[in-house]
Every structure is written in C-alpha cells, then in structure tokens.
C-alpha cells in the first residue's frame, strides 16, 4: 500500500471491492463522499493519467481554441499558425486571470484583465506597461501539458512524462475501429450541472443493469439488460458494454457500412477510465463529457456525434430530435444519480452485491484500486 493512502480504506472492504465478481462488492460511501479520498484520487490519477478534454473536430482550423476543465486545473486546447494541437495552462502568468472561456477563434490569446499576450502555443508576446520591472522574463510560456489523439479524441496528461495511451487501448481498437470514431464531429451539447461524486455517472453509463428500471419504456424493450454482455479488458483501462437489439438491426439502410452483421444489432458503451464515455449504435453515437469539480460536484457535457461524410450535414429537425432523445435519457438517469448520491450519505449504508451484469462496474473498481495503491 501506497503510504499516500494508507488508511484510506479498511482492508476487509478493499478485499470485497477486489474479489472476483461473483464474489464482489461495490465500493464502500467513502469511495464517494470522503475529501481525503478524493484528494488522493487528484493526486494519484487526475494528475497523472490521461484524461479527455476534446475532440480535435472542435479545433480544426489555425486560430481555433476550446477550453476545458480539469479538477484543479483549466486548460486550453489551441491550433496555433502551424496547425499544431497545444495543450496549455489557461491562467495568466500575471494576476492568475483566466484567459478564455467556451470555445472560439481568435490569432492569440489575450487576458481581459491587463491585456499580457500569448500565442497559441503558449509563449508570451506581449505584456504592456511592465516598463521598467527589474529582472522580468519577457520569454515565459504558459505551462504546457501532454497531448495525445486516440480516435479523434484529445487527451492530456498533467504528468509529462506519462507513458503513451494507445499502446494500453490496443484492445480496445478492434472492438470500435468499424465506428471510425477519429471521422467523427460533434453536432450539438447539453450541458448539465451534476451535484454528485463523478464516479457515479460513470458507473450508472457502463451498465445496462438499470434498464429495468429507470429506461423501462425505452431502451429495455429493444436493448433487454439480461441480453447486455461486458467484454473482457484484460485489466486494462477501458470497459466495453455491449447491448444487442432484440428488434433486428438497428440500421438495415447501412448507414455505417464498415459495421459487421453484430455490430448493426448493437448498442455500445465504452468508458476509457477514468472519465471518457461514450456510445454508439448503427444510427447514431454520443460523448459524453465528465469535468469533475470536487468530490460532490461535476459537469456533464453530452455531445452528439455524426459522420457528414455518411449522413450529410443534418436539418435543424434532425437535429433537435437527436438532442431531445439524449435529454430524455439523461432526464431518466438524473434520478438514478442524485438518488444514490444521497443513499451514500446515508449513516447506515454498507458497501452491497455487484450483479454479473455489473462486471463494467467491477473493472473500473479494480483499476481504482490499482491507481491509489489500494
């Protein structure tokens, strides 16, 4: 054990939360509400792993930029003139100002507080009235941080020497590959403010368990949770749930034709670990989008994706149809966020049974384990 995390959790749950998963448990309240925990969690995973923060269809073009939130830290993702992805601290290096917000176009990056310059690869240009400063660096750079691109997706590391990502998705890849996921653009965002551990949205996404419940009406007549199956990751840092259909192919007109006949009765969720989500089916795909913000608070943004090289560009109606069916299944699993939320809280509350059907939930809590020396 780790001494970081010494005591962090009692050895009798650590080993329910390890035991095979017929045997297993789920993580115990303080998994969820605990600060100590939590600050162990930003020190041993958020600022050392890979972590998602964009796709590069959202910076095509020089002068493009979308910012992002890590835990404890804002970032920028940038094209600079030589059409080369940066990722960099957003934070003035003057008086702590942040230098951008959302997502936009502009040449370079300016603080709105006393106009110091940037670049988009970070160096300073620019820092009006600082005439005279003894011993002033005119030369400083915003810090930078790791960036790599898995299937269009951008991830970033504040560990620069972090070992490359793709190499540990190797066995990811030709589960997903016939998606083209890397071909892929956001079409449109929700965004939701989410008062609870980050933790259990990515739970809630990687089983098919709750379609019994709160998705009754929807996805379990089509996509049965008894019929759901979770492949093996090889103790790697991903899960893959699959859903087959009960009604047939999803897409009979082809819209995806690099899809096998498996892949078109599919429903997909996948999570890379710690906190990228996303699913596909043969008509349609979505990201989902975690910043967590301390222990009891994160935001969600739920992306649709499309292919406009398949499908075209989409009519507003198209498009409003898509989203609204997104928010509706969202709607449906806000109770079943906030609900255990509070049930974690509860005095009383003991760590229970994973379902087989939870085996998504079941690797996630071994990687967990494994990246806080537990």
């Known amino acids: 054990m780790d001494s970081k995390t010494d005591n962090l959790i009692a050895s009798d749950i650590i080993a329910g939360i390890a035991a095979p998963l017929s045997q297993a448990t789920t993580l115990p309240a303080s998994a969820y509400t605990a600060q100590n925990i939590y600050q162990a969690e930003l020190a041993q995973i958020f600022s050392q792993d890979w972590i998602c923060v964009a796709r590069v269809d959202q910076v095509p073009n020089a002068g493009d930029y979308v910012c992002a939130d890590l835990p404890d830290q804002p970032i920028v993702i940038t094209r600079d003139m030589q059409g080369q992805l940066n990722a960099l601290s957003r934070i003035c290096l003057h008086r702590a100002m942040p230098l951008a917000q959302g997502q936009g176009h502009s040449l370079r990056l300016v603080c709105p507080y006393h106009r ?34 898995w299937q269009g ?35 449109d965002t929700l965004t939701f403010d989410s008062p609870w551990n980050w933790k259990i949205l990515v739970e809630n996404f990687m089983e098919a368990y709750h379609h019994i419940g709160p998705h009754k009406q929807n996805f379990e007549p089509i996509f049965p949770a008894r019929d759901s199956v979770v492949v093996d990751n090889f103790a790697e840092p991903w899960a893959l749930l699959r859903m087959p259909s009960n009604h047939g192919a999803t897409d009979a007109e082809g819209a995806f034709p690099a899809l096998t006949d498996v892949q078109r009765h599919d429903l997909i969720a996948v999570s890379v670990f710690p906190t990228l989500l996303f699913g596909a089916s043969a008509t349609g795909a979505a990201w989902y989008q975690l910043e967590p913000l301390g222990v009891d608070q994160m935001r969600l943004r739920i992306h649709a994706l499309y292919n406009p090289a398949l499908t075209g560009e989409l009519d507003e109606e198209a498009r409003a149809n898509i989203m609204a069916v997104l928010n509706l299944i969202h709607q449906e ?12 809280q509860a005095r009383l509350t003991k760590p229970g049974r994973l379902s087989l059907y939870e085996k998504g939930l079941w690797q996630l809590n071994q990687w967990w384990l494994a990246r806080l020396g537990l």
Request: net charge negative.
């Open 116 to 149: 110091w310059t940037y670049e988009l690869d970070g160096r300073l240009r620019s820092t009006p009235m600082m005439d005279g400063v003894e011993d002033f660096d005119p030369h400083q750079c915003l810090p930078k941080l790791a960036l790599e691109v």
């Open 153 to 187: 997706f951008i991830f970033v590391s504040l560990d620069a020497g972090a070992a490359p990502l793709a190499p540990r998705l190797s066995g990811l890849l030709p589960l997903i590959e016939n998606y083209d996921f890397g071909a892929m653009q956001v079409l």
């Open 333 to 344: 699993d806000i109770q079943v966020n906030a609900g255990p939320w509070q049930g974690w």
